[in-house]
Protein backbone atom coordinates (compact mmCIF):
# COMPACT_ATOMS: atom_id res chain seq x y z
CA UNK A 1 0.00 0.00 0.00
CA UNK A 2 1.73 3.76 -0.74
CA UNK A 3 1.32 5.86 2.14
CA UNK A 4 -1.62 7.69 -0.09
CA UNK A 5 -4.95 6.66 -0.01
CA UNK A 6 -7.33 7.52 -2.38
CA UNK A 7 -10.49 7.63 -0.09
CA UNK A 8 -14.24 8.90 0.13
CA UNK A 9 -15.33 10.63 3.42
CA UNK A 10 -18.70 10.88 4.73
CA UNK A 11 -19.37 12.76 8.35
CA UNK A 12 -22.93 13.00 10.19
CA UNK A 13 -24.20 14.82 12.84
CA UNK A 14 -26.43 13.47 14.80
CA UNK A 15 -28.99 15.71 14.12
CA UNK A 16 -29.32 14.54 10.39
CA UNK A 17 -28.96 10.72 11.45
CA UNK A 18 -32.31 9.46 11.13
CA UNK A 19 -31.91 8.02 14.57
CA UNK A 20 -30.02 10.67 16.50
CA UNK A 21 -26.11 8.62 16.29
CA UNK A 22 -23.38 9.91 14.71
CA UNK A 23 -21.57 8.37 12.02
CA UNK A 24 -18.39 8.69 9.77
CA UNK A 25 -17.25 6.79 7.55
CA UNK A 26 -15.01 5.84 4.54
CA UNK A 27 -14.08 3.63 1.62
CA UNK A 28 -10.33 2.67 2.15
CA UNK A 29 -8.78 2.60 -1.54
CA UNK A 30 -5.59 1.72 -2.31
CA UNK A 31 -3.33 1.90 -5.64
CA UNK A 32 -3.49 -1.93 -6.55
CA UNK A 33 -6.95 -3.86 -6.66
CA UNK A 34 -5.85 -6.66 -4.20
CA UNK A 35 -3.92 -5.97 -0.31
CA UNK A 36 -5.53 -8.35 1.92
CA UNK A 37 -6.52 -6.88 4.97
CA UNK A 38 -8.04 -8.55 8.69
CA UNK A 39 -10.21 -7.30 11.04
CA UNK A 40 -8.82 -8.05 14.72
CA UNK A 41 -9.69 -6.57 18.37
CA UNK A 42 -6.49 -4.78 19.46
CA UNK A 43 -6.64 -5.19 23.73
CA UNK A 44 -6.42 -2.67 26.32
CA UNK A 45 -2.54 -3.03 28.07
CA UNK A 46 -0.17 -1.17 30.68
CA UNK A 47 3.18 -0.99 29.37
CA UNK A 48 5.93 1.40 30.53
CA UNK A 49 8.28 0.26 27.98
CA UNK A 50 6.04 0.16 24.73
CA UNK A 51 7.58 1.58 21.50
CA UNK A 52 5.83 1.95 17.98
CA UNK A 53 8.18 1.99 14.73
CA UNK A 54 6.69 2.23 11.38
CA UNK A 55 7.93 0.25 8.63
CA UNK A 56 7.56 2.09 5.89
CA UNK A 57 9.80 5.51 7.38
CA UNK A 58 11.93 6.10 10.27
CA UNK A 59 9.14 7.20 12.48
CA UNK A 60 9.31 5.64 16.07
CA UNK A 61 7.71 6.82 18.82
CA UNK A 62 7.55 6.12 22.67
CA UNK A 63 3.70 5.01 23.61
CA UNK A 64 2.00 5.58 26.62
CA UNK A 65 1.93 3.84 29.44
CA UNK A 66 -1.57 2.25 29.11
CA UNK A 67 -3.65 2.18 26.51
CA UNK A 68 -8.17 1.70 25.32
CA UNK A 69 -8.84 -1.76 23.51
CA UNK A 70 -10.16 -1.16 19.82
CA UNK A 71 -10.92 -2.57 16.78
CA UNK A 72 -8.74 -2.31 13.59
CA UNK A 73 -8.16 -2.91 10.28
CA UNK A 74 -4.46 -3.15 9.42
CA UNK A 75 -2.82 -5.22 5.94
CA UNK A 76 -2.03 -8.29 6.37
CA UNK A 77 1.79 -8.21 5.58
CA UNK A 78 2.26 -5.18 7.29
CA UNK A 79 5.74 -5.37 7.44
CA UNK A 80 5.69 -4.57 3.59
CA UNK A 81 2.77 -2.24 3.38
CA UNK A 82 2.83 -0.66 6.81
CA UNK A 83 0.14 -1.15 9.39
CA UNK A 84 -2.56 1.02 8.53
CA UNK A 85 -4.85 -0.05 10.94
CA UNK A 86 -7.79 2.41 9.27
CA UNK A 87 -10.66 2.89 11.46
CA UNK A 88 -12.19 1.71 14.79
CA UNK A 89 -14.21 2.41 17.90
CA UNK A 90 -12.48 2.92 21.15
CA UNK A 91 -13.80 0.89 24.43
CA UNK A 92 -14.80 4.95 25.40
CA UNK A 93 -17.14 5.30 21.94
CA UNK A 94 -14.94 7.19 20.31
CA UNK A 95 -14.49 6.78 16.40
CA UNK A 96 -11.39 7.41 14.46
CA UNK A 97 -10.87 7.08 10.83
CA UNK A 98 -7.32 7.35 9.17
CA UNK A 99 -6.88 8.70 6.81
CA UNK A 100 -8.13 10.22 3.32
CA UNK A 101 -5.15 11.72 1.79
CA UNK A 102 -5.29 15.09 1.18
CA UNK A 103 -2.97 17.53 -1.13
CA UNK A 104 -1.51 20.28 0.40
CA UNK A 105 0.00 22.90 -2.48
CA UNK A 106 3.03 23.50 -3.47
CA UNK A 107 2.59 27.79 -1.67
CA UNK A 108 2.01 26.17 1.73
CA UNK A 109 4.94 23.42 1.49
CA UNK A 110 7.41 25.53 0.02
CA UNK A 111 7.56 27.21 3.78
CA UNK A 112 6.34 23.94 5.79
CA UNK A 113 7.76 20.79 4.14
CA UNK A 114 6.78 17.52 4.85
CA UNK A 115 8.50 15.84 7.32
CA UNK A 116 10.30 12.68 5.96
CA UNK A 117 9.95 10.46 9.09
CA UNK A 118 6.85 11.94 10.79
CA UNK A 119 3.80 10.43 11.69
CA UNK A 120 1.82 9.18 8.43
CA UNK A 121 -1.59 7.37 8.54
CA UNK A 122 0.38 3.79 8.74
CA UNK A 123 0.81 4.85 12.76
CA UNK A 124 -1.86 7.12 12.98
CA UNK A 125 -4.38 5.24 14.89
CA UNK A 126 -2.08 3.52 16.57
CA UNK A 127 -0.82 6.48 18.21
CA UNK A 128 -3.76 7.96 18.70
CA UNK A 129 -7.41 5.91 19.27
CA UNK A 130 -5.97 3.86 22.71
CA UNK A 131 -5.93 7.32 24.30
CA UNK A 132 -8.81 9.15 23.48
CA UNK A 133 -11.68 9.64 25.41
CA UNK A 134 -13.66 12.15 22.97
CA UNK A 135 -14.03 13.45 19.28
CA UNK A 136 -12.66 16.91 20.24
CA UNK A 137 -10.08 14.95 22.19
CA UNK A 138 -9.10 13.03 19.55
CA UNK A 139 -8.56 16.13 16.88
CA UNK A 140 -5.97 17.74 20.43
CA UNK A 141 -4.44 14.97 20.93
CA UNK A 142 -3.31 13.92 17.34
CA UNK A 143 -2.62 18.09 16.56
CA UNK A 144 -0.05 17.81 19.76
CA UNK A 145 1.69 14.33 17.92
CA UNK A 146 1.72 16.67 14.14
CA UNK A 147 3.60 19.58 16.66
CA UNK A 148 6.02 17.01 17.85
CA UNK A 149 6.70 14.39 14.97
CA UNK A 150 5.70 16.41 11.66
CA UNK A 151 3.76 14.72 8.82
CA UNK A 152 4.55 13.20 5.94
CA UNK A 153 2.28 13.62 3.87
CA UNK A 154 -1.25 15.01 3.92
CA UNK A 155 -3.90 13.46 5.44
CA UNK A 156 -7.60 13.95 6.68
CA UNK A 157 -9.01 12.43 9.54
CA UNK A 158 -12.56 11.51 10.98
CA UNK A 159 -13.12 11.51 14.90
CA UNK A 160 -16.98 11.25 16.36
CA UNK A 161 -18.30 10.07 19.71
CA UNK A 162 -21.94 10.32 20.63
CA UNK A 163 -22.25 13.96 20.65
CA UNK A 164 -19.94 15.15 18.27
CA UNK A 165 -18.26 14.97 14.80
CA UNK A 166 -15.17 16.03 13.48
CA UNK A 167 -13.08 16.51 10.43
CA UNK A 168 -9.12 17.33 10.50
CA UNK A 169 -6.88 18.24 7.44
CA UNK A 170 -3.29 17.84 7.94
CA UNK A 171 -2.13 20.00 4.90
CA UNK A 172 1.86 20.81 5.57
CA UNK A 173 4.37 19.28 7.76
CA UNK A 174 2.97 21.03 10.84
CA UNK A 175 -0.02 23.22 9.90
CA UNK A 176 -3.94 21.63 10.48
CA UNK A 177 -7.51 22.95 10.93
CA UNK A 178 -9.98 20.92 12.06
CA UNK A 179 -13.84 22.05 12.46
CA UNK A 180 -16.56 20.32 13.95
CA UNK A 181 -19.44 19.36 11.80
CA UNK A 182 -22.84 20.56 12.99
CA UNK A 183 -25.30 18.62 14.50
CA UNK A 184 -27.93 18.88 12.07
CA UNK A 185 -25.31 18.42 9.01
CA UNK A 186 -23.47 16.45 6.31
CA UNK A 187 -19.92 16.66 5.15
CA UNK A 188 -18.25 14.45 2.30
CA UNK A 189 -14.58 15.23 1.19
CA UNK A 190 -12.57 13.04 -1.34
CA UNK A 191 -8.70 13.98 -1.45
CA UNK A 192 -8.91 17.74 -1.61
CA UNK A 193 -9.02 19.77 1.44
CA UNK A 194 -12.29 20.82 2.26
CA UNK A 195 -12.41 22.84 5.44
CA UNK A 196 -13.19 26.67 3.67
CA UNK A 197 -13.47 30.22 5.96
CA UNK A 198 -12.38 29.01 9.57
CA UNK A 199 -13.41 31.66 12.62
CA UNK A 200 -10.86 31.62 14.57
CA UNK A 201 -12.96 33.59 17.40
CA UNK A 202 -15.15 30.15 17.42
CA UNK A 203 -13.13 27.70 19.23
CA UNK A 204 -16.43 25.48 20.17
CA UNK A 205 -15.88 24.69 16.79
CA UNK A 206 -12.73 24.64 15.25
CA UNK A 207 -9.36 24.19 16.46
CA UNK A 208 -5.83 24.85 14.22
CA UNK A 209 -2.20 24.77 14.53
CA UNK A 210 -0.16 26.94 16.96
CA UNK A 211 1.01 29.45 14.65
CA UNK A 212 -1.31 29.13 11.53
CA UNK A 213 -2.90 32.79 11.00
CA UNK A 214 1.07 33.91 11.29
CA UNK A 215 2.61 31.31 9.18
CA UNK A 216 -0.13 32.43 6.81
CA UNK A 217 0.51 35.78 6.93
CA UNK A 218 4.28 36.13 6.62
CA UNK A 219 4.61 33.79 3.53
CA UNK A 220 1.72 35.96 1.78
CA UNK A 221 -0.47 32.52 1.62
CA UNK A 222 -3.76 33.86 1.55
CA UNK A 223 -4.82 34.75 -2.26
CA UNK A 224 -8.03 36.27 -1.16
CA UNK A 225 -9.05 40.07 -0.16
CA UNK A 226 -10.43 39.40 3.02
CA UNK A 227 -11.32 35.82 5.04
CA UNK A 228 -9.53 32.76 5.94
CA UNK A 229 -10.61 30.20 3.62
CA UNK A 230 -8.41 27.24 4.48
CA UNK A 231 -9.25 24.99 1.06
CA UNK A 232 -8.01 28.43 -0.90
CA UNK A 233 -5.06 28.78 1.20
CA UNK A 234 -3.69 25.46 1.66
CA UNK A 235 -5.63 23.44 -1.11
CA UNK A 236 -5.18 22.50 -4.74
CA UNK A 237 -7.70 23.22 -7.88
CA UNK A 238 -5.98 21.47 -10.71
CA UNK A 239 -7.25 19.22 -13.46
CA UNK A 240 -6.54 16.42 -11.73
CA UNK A 241 -8.87 17.36 -8.48
CA UNK A 242 -11.89 18.11 -11.17
CA UNK A 243 -11.68 14.32 -12.75
CA UNK A 244 -10.31 12.38 -9.90
CA UNK A 245 -11.93 14.35 -6.88
CA UNK A 246 -13.87 17.05 -6.95
CA UNK A 247 -17.02 14.90 -8.97
CA UNK A 248 -17.08 12.60 -6.36
CA UNK A 249 -18.32 15.15 -3.63
CA UNK A 250 -20.49 16.39 -6.05
CA UNK A 251 -22.06 12.73 -6.73
CA UNK A 252 -22.85 12.75 -2.81
CA UNK A 253 -24.46 15.91 -2.35
CA UNK A 254 -26.75 15.32 -5.61
CA UNK A 255 -27.63 12.23 -3.86
CA UNK A 256 -28.73 14.42 -0.39
CA UNK A 257 -29.84 17.56 -2.07
CA UNK A 258 -31.04 16.44 -5.63
CA UNK A 259 -32.57 20.02 -5.47
CA UNK A 260 -29.25 21.83 -5.83
CA UNK A 261 -27.91 22.63 -9.42
CA UNK A 262 -24.62 22.42 -9.22
CA UNK A 263 -21.03 21.33 -11.09
CA UNK A 264 -19.01 18.43 -10.78
CA UNK A 265 -16.16 19.76 -11.53
CA UNK A 266 -16.55 23.17 -9.23
CA UNK A 267 -13.84 23.82 -7.06
CA UNK A 268 -16.17 25.53 -4.56
CA UNK A 269 -18.73 22.77 -3.65
CA UNK A 270 -19.86 23.30 0.15
CA UNK A 271 -17.95 21.99 2.59
CA UNK A 272 -21.22 21.88 5.26
CA UNK A 273 -24.19 20.51 4.28
CA UNK A 274 -27.84 20.33 5.38
CA UNK A 275 -30.31 18.09 3.78
CA UNK A 276 -34.33 17.64 4.80
CA UNK A 277 -33.31 14.09 4.60
CA UNK A 278 -32.84 12.27 7.87
CA UNK A 279 -29.91 9.90 7.02
CA UNK A 280 -29.12 6.42 7.51
CA UNK A 281 -26.83 3.70 6.80
CA UNK A 282 -28.45 2.66 4.03
CA UNK A 283 -27.25 5.73 2.23
CA UNK A 284 -24.06 5.99 3.26
CA UNK A 285 -23.71 2.62 2.08
CA UNK A 286 -25.38 3.26 -1.11
CA UNK A 287 -22.74 6.33 -1.80
CA UNK A 288 -20.12 4.38 -0.83
CA UNK A 289 -20.70 2.09 -3.46
CA UNK A 290 -21.87 4.66 -6.10
CA UNK A 291 -20.55 4.71 -9.58
CA UNK A 292 -22.13 7.77 -10.55
CA UNK A 293 -25.39 5.88 -10.74
CA UNK A 294 -28.22 7.26 -13.10
CA UNK A 295 -26.05 9.73 -14.78
CA UNK A 296 -24.19 9.78 -17.76
CA UNK A 297 -21.22 9.54 -15.76
CA UNK A 298 -22.33 5.92 -14.94
CA UNK A 299 -19.45 3.57 -16.65
CA UNK A 300 -22.06 1.17 -16.76
CA UNK A 301 -24.79 3.55 -17.90
CA UNK A 302 -25.97 4.81 -21.40
CA UNK A 303 -23.59 8.29 -21.65
CA UNK A 304 -21.21 8.42 -24.37
CA UNK A 305 -17.51 6.72 -23.74
CA UNK A 306 -16.09 10.15 -23.22
CA UNK A 307 -18.80 10.83 -20.11
CA UNK A 308 -18.52 7.54 -18.88
CA UNK A 309 -14.45 7.71 -18.28
CA UNK A 310 -14.66 10.80 -17.21
CA UNK A 311 -14.87 11.12 -13.82
CA UNK A 312 -12.92 8.81 -11.32
CA UNK A 313 -16.15 6.47 -9.54
CA UNK A 314 -16.28 6.19 -5.51
CA UNK A 315 -17.11 2.64 -5.49
CA UNK A 316 -13.93 1.05 -6.99
CA UNK A 317 -12.00 -2.31 -7.00
CA UNK A 318 -9.61 -1.29 -5.47
CA UNK A 319 -11.73 -0.01 -2.21
CA UNK A 320 -9.84 -3.05 0.60
CA UNK A 321 -12.73 -2.05 3.47
CA UNK A 322 -15.51 0.54 3.54
CA UNK A 323 -17.07 1.27 7.07
CA UNK A 324 -19.16 3.53 8.96
CA UNK A 325 -18.66 3.97 12.32
CA UNK A 326 -21.75 4.71 14.47
CA UNK A 327 -22.52 6.07 17.90
CA UNK A 328 -25.88 5.46 19.12
CA UNK A 329 -27.25 7.76 21.74
CA UNK A 330 -30.67 6.03 22.23
CA UNK A 331 -29.27 2.88 23.85
CA UNK A 332 -27.27 2.13 26.62
CA UNK A 333 -22.94 3.05 26.58
CA UNK A 334 -22.12 -0.44 26.46
CA UNK A 335 -24.15 -1.27 23.07
CA UNK A 336 -23.54 2.14 21.31
CA UNK A 337 -20.74 1.66 19.43
CA UNK A 338 -21.46 -0.23 16.25
CA UNK A 339 -18.77 -0.97 12.86
CA UNK A 340 -20.63 -2.01 10.07
CA UNK A 341 -17.84 -2.95 7.70
CA UNK A 342 -17.68 -3.99 4.12
CA UNK A 343 -14.69 -5.84 3.02
CA UNK A 344 -13.60 -5.44 -0.78
CA UNK A 345 -16.44 -4.12 -2.90
CA UNK A 346 -19.15 -1.66 -1.32
CA UNK A 347 -21.12 -2.08 -4.72
CA UNK A 348 -21.46 -5.26 -4.38
CA UNK A 349 -21.06 -6.84 -0.89
CA UNK A 350 -22.76 -5.95 2.69
CA UNK A 351 -22.11 -3.75 5.37
CA UNK A 352 -21.43 -6.17 8.26
CA UNK A 353 -22.51 -4.90 11.89
CA UNK A 354 -20.14 -5.48 14.16
CA UNK A 355 -21.14 -4.17 18.05
CA UNK A 356 -17.46 -2.83 18.85
CA UNK A 357 -17.64 -3.62 22.84
CA UNK A 358 -16.09 -7.13 21.97
CA UNK A 359 -12.24 -9.15 23.03
CA UNK A 360 -11.86 -10.75 19.06
CA UNK A 361 -13.37 -10.95 15.69
CA UNK A 362 -14.74 -13.44 13.77
CA UNK A 363 -11.70 -15.88 12.55
CA UNK A 364 -12.94 -15.32 8.92
CA UNK A 365 -12.11 -11.52 9.11
CA UNK A 366 -9.37 -11.79 11.92
CA UNK A 367 -7.07 -14.45 10.25
CA UNK A 368 -6.97 -13.18 6.93
CA UNK A 369 -4.66 -15.27 4.24
CA UNK A 370 -2.28 -13.37 1.67
CA UNK A 371 -3.53 -15.34 -1.22
CA UNK A 372 -6.43 -16.73 -2.24
CA UNK A 373 -8.61 -18.51 0.46
CA UNK A 374 -12.59 -18.80 0.17
CA UNK A 375 -12.69 -19.31 3.53
CA UNK A 376 -11.85 -15.38 4.64
CA UNK A 377 -14.46 -12.63 4.36
CA UNK A 378 -11.95 -10.67 2.55
CA UNK A 379 -11.65 -13.07 -0.23
CA UNK A 380 -15.32 -14.20 -0.07
CA UNK A 381 -16.30 -10.74 -0.79
CA UNK A 382 -13.45 -10.23 -3.67
CA UNK A 383 -15.05 -13.34 -5.38
CA UNK A 384 -18.46 -12.01 -4.45
CA UNK A 385 -17.70 -8.90 -6.75
CA UNK A 386 -15.82 -10.35 -9.56
CA UNK A 387 -18.79 -12.61 -10.05
CA UNK A 388 -21.37 -10.07 -9.96
CA UNK A 389 -19.12 -7.88 -11.92
CA UNK A 390 -17.98 -10.66 -14.84
CA UNK A 391 -21.68 -10.69 -16.21
CA UNK A 392 -23.05 -7.14 -14.62
CA UNK A 393 -26.02 -7.20 -17.06
CA UNK A 394 -27.30 -10.07 -15.76
CA UNK A 395 -26.12 -10.28 -12.13
CA UNK A 396 -26.49 -6.86 -11.11
CA UNK A 397 -30.40 -7.32 -10.35
CA UNK A 398 -30.18 -9.85 -8.22
CA UNK A 399 -27.30 -8.93 -6.60
CA UNK A 400 -29.07 -5.63 -5.63
CA UNK A 401 -31.84 -7.85 -4.21
CA UNK A 402 -28.90 -9.68 -2.35
CA UNK A 403 -28.17 -6.52 -0.70
CA UNK A 404 -31.59 -5.06 0.05
CA UNK A 405 -32.49 -8.19 1.80
CA UNK A 406 -28.85 -8.25 3.95
CA UNK A 407 -30.10 -5.04 4.63
CA UNK A 408 -32.86 -6.32 6.47
CA UNK A 409 -31.44 -9.07 7.90
CA UNK A 410 -28.75 -7.31 9.36
CA UNK A 411 -30.70 -4.39 10.62
CA UNK A 412 -33.17 -6.43 12.30
CA UNK A 413 -30.26 -8.36 13.72
CA UNK A 414 -28.90 -5.12 15.24
CA UNK A 415 -31.89 -4.97 17.16
CA UNK A 416 -32.66 -8.42 18.52
CA UNK A 417 -28.68 -7.71 19.98
CA UNK A 418 -29.77 -4.43 21.73
CA UNK A 419 -32.78 -6.76 23.23
CA UNK A 420 -30.45 -10.04 23.49
CA UNK A 421 -28.05 -7.45 25.81
CA UNK A 422 -29.80 -6.00 28.04
CA UNK A 423 -29.56 -8.97 30.83
CA UNK A 424 -25.97 -8.90 30.74
CA UNK A 425 -23.29 -6.17 31.98
CA UNK A 426 -19.35 -5.99 32.40
CA UNK A 427 -16.88 -8.50 31.22
CA UNK A 428 -20.09 -10.75 30.25
CA UNK A 429 -21.48 -8.53 28.07
CA UNK A 430 -18.26 -7.66 26.15
CA UNK A 431 -17.92 -11.87 25.45
CA UNK A 432 -21.75 -12.23 24.90
CA UNK A 433 -21.32 -9.49 22.28
CA UNK A 434 -18.63 -11.11 20.39
CA UNK A 435 -20.50 -14.17 20.47
CA UNK A 436 -23.66 -12.80 19.14
CA UNK A 437 -20.56 -10.90 16.40
CA UNK A 438 -19.51 -14.25 15.19
CA UNK A 439 -22.99 -15.60 15.20
CA UNK A 440 -24.04 -12.67 12.80
CA UNK A 441 -20.91 -13.08 10.52
CA UNK A 442 -21.81 -16.85 10.55
CA UNK A 443 -25.51 -15.71 8.94
CA UNK A 444 -24.57 -13.35 6.68
CA UNK A 445 -21.46 -15.49 4.84
CA UNK A 446 -23.77 -18.42 4.65
CA UNK A 447 -26.34 -16.21 2.83
CA UNK A 448 -23.35 -15.22 0.61
CA UNK A 449 -22.15 -18.54 -0.17
CA UNK A 450 -25.64 -19.62 -1.08
CA UNK A 451 -26.34 -16.53 -3.18
CA UNK A 452 -22.68 -16.74 -4.92
CA UNK A 453 -23.63 -20.94 -5.93
CA UNK A 454 -26.42 -19.51 -7.60
CA UNK A 455 -24.58 -16.98 -9.79
CA UNK A 456 -22.37 -19.15 -10.78
CA UNK A 457 -24.63 -21.35 -11.97
CA UNK A 458 -26.55 -18.74 -13.81
CA UNK A 459 -23.10 -17.94 -15.17
CA UNK A 460 -22.60 -21.34 -16.71
CA UNK A 461 -25.52 -20.77 -18.80
CA UNK A 462 -24.32 -17.56 -19.96
CA UNK A 463 -21.04 -19.05 -21.95
CA UNK A 464 -21.12 -18.12 -25.19
CA UNK A 465 -19.32 -21.61 -25.75
CA UNK A 466 -23.00 -22.96 -25.93
CA UNK A 467 -24.42 -25.25 -28.79
CA UNK A 468 -28.38 -26.43 -28.81
CA UNK A 469 -28.04 -29.74 -30.36
CA UNK A 470 -32.10 -29.15 -31.66
CA UNK A 471 -31.58 -26.15 -32.61
CA UNK A 472 -28.91 -26.89 -34.86
CA UNK A 473 -29.71 -30.33 -36.58
Same mark, same amino acid.
Request: with cysteine; glycine share 6%.
Given at each position: ????????????????S??????????????????????I?????????? $????????????M??S????????????????Y?????I?????A?????S?Y?NE??????????D???E?????????F????R????????L??E??????N?????????V??????T??????Q =? $????????T??Q??I? *?V??????D? $?????? *?E????????????????R??????????????T? =??????K?F???N $???P???E?P???K??????????????G?H??????D????????D????????? !?????A?????????PA????????C???????????????M !?D??????????????????????T??????????H????????L %??????L??????I??L?????????????????????D???? %?T??F????????????K??F???? !??
Amino acid at each position: MSNLSACTSILVGKKASIDGSTMIARNDDTFQPVNPQKFIVKPAYKDDNR $ILKSWLNGFEAKMPSSGYRYPAVPNVDYKKYGYYEESGINEKNVAMSCTESTYGNERALAFDPLVKDGLDEDCMQNMTLPFIDSARGGVEYLGKLIKEFGSPAGNSVLFGDKDEVWYMEIVTGHHFVAQ =R $IPEDCYAITANQVAIQ *QVDFNNTADF $IWSDGI *QEFVSENHLNTDQTGFNFRHIFGSSNEKDRHYNTP =RVWYGQKYFNPEN $IQDPESSELPFICKTSKKISTDDIEYILGSHYNETEFDPYGKGSEADKYRYRPIGL !NRTQNAHILQIRSDVPAEIAGVMWLCVSFPSYAPFVPFFTNM !NDTADSYRDTKLTYNLKDAYWLYKTLGVLVEGNYSHMIQANRDYL %TEARRTLRRRVSEIDKLAANYEGTDLTAYLTTLNQETVDQIES %TTQEFMGELVVKGIGLSKLTFDMDA !NL
